[in-house]
């Protein structure tokens, strides 16, 4: 199989990150399958990518036209077994371990040989969610950056028994579809959270010993070090339970205790303070 020959596309989650991949690739001119386990979270995830192909419409990135046939190319579905035409399936549900092999072993049941199984996640080891397959080269990592449609990179992570072809694959479909590709090892956080996530938690440090406000941690990191977007904005944006989940990674994966989460940062999570998306974090959303 070569790039070319991928048509059909099954996005799995219709979260964040699942209806972003969703709404890229039909942009992009694939037939894509959009899988969750409720209907209310596809209609979600379809009224937030019609939303966002409308401000592409508005700064004249899409016209409505293109926008009508994007949305066209879409079919949301509950039904797992609408994966078996599909030559790629990226999923992008919960970051947890078990759930995620549970999902591929599935999925390894229901597809042709052909299939590449691609996972989404920011920092679980592509080798252990290959293992719950009888694939494991054609399974590989393709950790977008949010929000999908804007961000061009694409983290390709090789799992242990990832394959070249499997890789080749992945990297000219990435780079055929706008999006650049750099090729990453498994290794716990990867490269992008490997350096991003010690920021944001040492920035929560600083805040929690008191030694400057969140709004100037962030303004010394935008004026100072030239950051579009300061680290405790940042973590508000991606999600502090999304931050903690991956810190637990690295912590337990590298045994270091640099990536040990601060303690603030875990006590907002289980305040339920986990950003935008519930209204407040380091700061507080209307």
Do not use: W
């Not at 995830?45 to 899409?62: F, P």
């Not at 080269?137 to 990179?153: A, E, Q, S, T, Y």
């Not at 992008?192 to 929690?208: K, Q, S």
């Not at 519930?278 to 959303?285: A, H, N, R, V």
């Amino acid at each position: 199989m070569k790039a070319d020959d991928i048509k059909t596309i099954t996005v799995i989650g219709g979260g964040t990150m699942g209806n972003g991949i969703a709404h890229h690739f039909a942009q992009m001119g694939y037939a894509v399958n959009l899988v969750d386990t409720e209907k209310q979270f596809l209609d979600r995830a379809l009224v937030t990518i019609s939303k966002n192909m409308d401000r592409q419409v508005k700064k004249e990135v899409l016209t409505e036209e293109a926008k009508k046939a994007a949305l066209a190319r879409i079919v949301p579905t509950t039904d797992l077994s609408i994966v078996k035409g599909s030559q790629l399936i990226i999923e992008a549900i919960y970051e947890d371990a078990l759930i995620k092999q549970e999902l591929f072993k599935k999925l390894d049941a229901l597809c042709s040989a052909e299939t590449i199984l691609a996972s989404n996640t920011s920092s679980l080891p592509i080798t252990q969610i290959a293992a719950a397959t009888k694939r494991p080269d054609r399974v590989i990592g393709m950790h977008f950056m949010n929000p999908v449609p804007m961000m061009k990179l694409v983290e390709v992570i090789r799992g242990i028994a990832t394959s070249d072809e499997t890789f080749d694959i992945i990297k000219e479909l990435s780079e055929k579809t706008g999006k650049v590709p750099v090729e990453v090892q498994d290794n716990p956080g990867f490269v992008g959270n490997r350096i991003l996530m010690p920021m944001i938690n040492e920035a929560a440090y600083v805040l929690m010993e008191g030694i400057a406000s969140a709004e100037g941690i962030d303004t010394v990191m935008k004026l100072g070090m030239g950051h579009p977007m300061g680290p405790l904005t940042l973590a508000d944006f991606i999600g502090l339970d999304v931050c903690l989940a991956i810190l637990e990674v690295m912590h337990d994966g590298l045994g270091d205790p640099k990536y040990h989460p601060c303690p603030l940062l875990r006590k907002m999570v289980q305040a339920g303070y986990l950003g935008r998306k519930s209204g407040q974090g380091f700061y507080k959303y209307a």
